[in-house]
């Protein structure tokens, strides 16, 4: 098990340039199961999920070699349509490949992922949208038998939550069906108009993507394509919080402050100074920030990937801020953590308490999962003393260079 050690007291000062986007590029490489060929995916972050992926493309027979940000995939032209539960396990992602061969195979063969720290976390959205395109679905000992006896059709399907994951598998499903597909209530995350985008160089038909009315119209086949992924606007707000709690200031380069609208919008209320251009913006911390009363919600709401990083920012404000959880049934186990390290935080149902504390103090604590590990980590950095991160292998799921990024930034921080 690794650590991150991390002394507190250091503003950050500098710029970051941000790589592609976990929730993007994993999502890229099951659109490349649509059809055989060789395909080249640039901005690749080096992290593990990627790493991850390319497990399950291999199972399922494709190539994936990557060489710093680039990955190339080749895919044959018959596929092993399965991914197991040692997979599945290691990364909850892996279900989208179920879209995916359903449409190029017709059948498929995937692991029911099981809950994990943020809750239950079921896929019945997933399933009752494919359902309605003609898939049948099957659990047996644990597995998900998929088949598509009559193929895939066209229909319209109404979420009822702007789920991303399945928004992403009726997506990858719909490219190759007959007719039209109407994804009503979809989610927005530019990291999926980044995958429809992919999908529409590789000749689909998507319309739509970034908004909640997705239409697709279904095409016999489609080729192979590049792309260069977008920018991982949780890694941008991440470094942004980092910097703020440190009261320190930070340009982020590569990254449309557009994606992150309501995060900045906070920190700027927060105190930080905020200056946004095209694709880069800055952020200045204040000496502590004020208080601020936030909820979690799908794009373009705040997103619940920032809620640990943003608490962790808040846990020094000069006055109390009420946190509302609404994506995730349970994502508070960092708050034991912060509570260790001096801050008063308590939660009340999905509402999260965070009554700020003039200053927080270093100590050993443990990163529960990747937004969680990296909060701990801001925490550290405003903290008097020395913080260890411990399970700081959460880190390297999401964030490719995360401890040598900071410590180019100023900060005393080593892993
Ligand atoms: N949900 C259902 N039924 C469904 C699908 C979802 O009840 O059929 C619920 C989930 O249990 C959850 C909520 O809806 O409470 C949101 O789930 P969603 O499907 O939108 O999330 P996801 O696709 O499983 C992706 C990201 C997460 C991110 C969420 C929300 C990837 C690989 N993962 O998950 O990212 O938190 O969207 O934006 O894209 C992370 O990067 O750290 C991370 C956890």
Redesign the pocket.
């Known amino acids: 098990m690794d650590s991150i050690r991390v002394i507190g007291g250091r503003p950050l000062s500098g710029e970051v340039a941000v790589h592609g986007a ?3 590029v ?2 890229h490489m099951v659109a490349m199961l649509l059809a055989p060929g060789r395909y080249r995916l640039e901005n690749v972050p080096g992290i593990l ?1 990627v790493d991850i992926m390319g497990e399950v493309l291999d199972h399922v027979g494709a190539t994936c070699t990557r060489r710093e940000s680039v990955v190339e995939v080749d895919v044959p032209e018959s596929l092993n349509p399965e991914a197991p539960l040692e997979l599945v396990r290691k ?3 892996s279900i ?1 490949i179920l879209g995916a061969l359903l449409a190029r195979v017709g059948s498929a063969r995937v692991a029911l992922p099981g809950g994990d720290d ?11 949208g494919l359902e309605q395109m003609g898939a049948v679905f099957e659990l047996r000992h644990g597995v998900l038998e998929a088949s598509a006896p009559n193929g895939l059709a066209g229909t319209d399907i109404f979420l ?9 598998n009726l997506l990858l499903a719909a490219v190759l069906a007959t007719g039209k597909t109407t994804i009503g209530n979809a ?1 927005r ?1 530019p ?1 999926l108009a980044d995958l429809a985008s992919l999908l529409n160089q590789m000749g689909a038909k998507v319309d739509g993507a970034g908004t909640s009315t997705i239409e697709v119209m279904g095409v016999p086949s489609l080729s192979p394509a590049d792309h260069k992924v977008v920018a991982d606007r ?1 890694v941008a707000g991440t470094y942004a919080l980092a910097a703020a709690a440190s009261g320190g200031e930070i340009t982020v380069l590569g990254c449309d402050p557009g994606f992150l609208r309501m995060e900045l919008r906070k920190m700027q209320a927060a105190g930080c100074d905020v200056e946004r251009g095209d694709d880069w913006f800055s952020v200045t911390g204040p000496e502590r920030p004020e208080p601020q009363d936030i909820a979690t919600l ?2 373009p709401g705040f ?3 920032m809620h640990p990083q943003m608490v962790a920012f808040l846990a020094r404000a000069t006055g109390t801020s009420l946190v509302t959880e609404n ?3 349970a994502r508070f186990r960092y708050i034991g953590e912060l509570n260790r390290m001096g801050a008063d935080i308590q939660t009340d149902g999905q509402h999260v308490v965070v009554r700020g504390v003039e200053e927080l103090s270093g100590c050993e604590v443990d990163g529960c ?3 969680a590990a990296a909060a701990l980590t801001i925490a550290g950095l405003a903290a008097e003393g020395e913080t260890i991160v411990h399970d700081a292998e959460h880190i390297d ?2 964030y490719d260079g995360f401890v040598d990024t900071l410590r180019n930034l100023g900060a005393d921080i080593d892993r």
Do not use: C, Q, W
């Open positions: 976990k929730n993007a994993l999502k999920d990364m909850r992602a989208l943020f809750g239950s976390r079921p896929i019945g959205m997933h399933l009752d009822e939550f702007p789920s991303v994951g399945a928004t992403e989610a995350e990291e949780l799908p794009y997103h619940t990937d994506v995730y049934a999962d990747i937004r799921r999401g």
